[in-house]
């Protein structure tokens, strides 16, 4: 299996996770991603730490508390079937998350100082956009991306149709050169419908030092520390991706693939 996907181990663990990347897993420095599930009633008592962090819940609902402050986030019966409801909080925040009725909910993470107050992204906050044309359409949704404030982290979810193409032309981001490109590292969440379905990932640089094409099954991560990447959904099977990038700055800016550049 390659060193750049990362698998759902099914069944939470103690603490509810069944999925856990942190930056000294993937052997980068700023990204950190979490799967909880939790069964109705079940919680979480958390911290962010040294850490700014973007709650997603993937389906379900929850309460989540902050010292006085509470929200209830969710609704949606799965990443297909409605917009995302998030919440930010910033580095030394304890909080815990309650769950209401069966709860999948992402802990999407990146070092900080000082970070910024907490608040909600709400469903009708997101403003969806269609990228590409063809088989290259996709649909974006932009959840924590640089037009609301944050410290370093950048998160926003994806869904691909079925036999579309998507992350194309295949871009990267693994060097700082304003105002061309920054440093980000990134991890891919996929989930796929139907669940036995897969998408094809490729990472790849173009002195071909890394050139890796991998198969991503529902509940898989994968991570993307460098090079060009680009993800393909096959006939008869949806992909929906959570994107959470972070770096030293704070910006999007990427640089396609010269070789594929024209199909912009």
Not at 41 to 62: D, N
Not at 94 to 101: H, L, N, T, V
Request: glycine share 10%.
């Amino acid at each position: 299996m390659s060193d750049l996907l990362v698998r759902s181990a099914g069944e939470p663990d103690a603490n509810g996770s069944v999925l856990r990347v942190t930056p000294e897993s993937a052997g980068w420095e700023y990204v950190g991603f979490e799967v909880l599930r939790l069964g109705s009633g079940e919680a979480v008592e958390r911290e962010t730490g040294g850490e700014e962090v973007c709650l997603v819940p993937l389906s379900g609902r929850c309460t989540i508390s902050a010292g006085e402050r509470r929200w209830e986030l969710g609704g949606r019966e799965s990443v297909f079937a409605g917009l995302p409801h998030a919440l930010y909080l910033p580095p030394g925040t304890d909080y815990r998350i309650e769950a209401a009725g069966k709860l999948e909910l992402t802990v999407c993470s990146a070092p900080a100082e000082k970070g910024v107050e907490p608040f909600e992204v709400r469903p009708g906050d997101i403003r969806v956009e269609s990228r590409g044309r063809g088989n290259m359409e996709r649909e974006i949704r932009p959840i924590l991306m640089e037009d609301r404030p944050a410290e370093r982290l950048l998160v926003v979810e994806v869904i691909t149709p079925q036999g579309h193409w998507s992350s194309y032309p295949p871009h990267k981001h693994d060097r700082d050169d304003p105002p061309r490109e920054r440093y980000l590292e990134e991890t891919y969440y996929h989930r796929v419908s139907p669940e036995k379905g897969f998408a094809l990932q490729r990472v790849y640089t173009a002195d071909g030092e890394l050139d890796e094409t991998f198969a991503v099954r529902d509940g898989d991560v994968a991570l993307v520390p460098r090079g060009y990447h680009v993800v393909s959904a096959p006939p008869g099977y949806d992909l929906y991706y959570l994107n959470v990038m972070a770096g030293p700055v704070r910006e999007w800016r990427i640089k396609n693939d010269p070789d594929h550049e024209w199909l912009l």
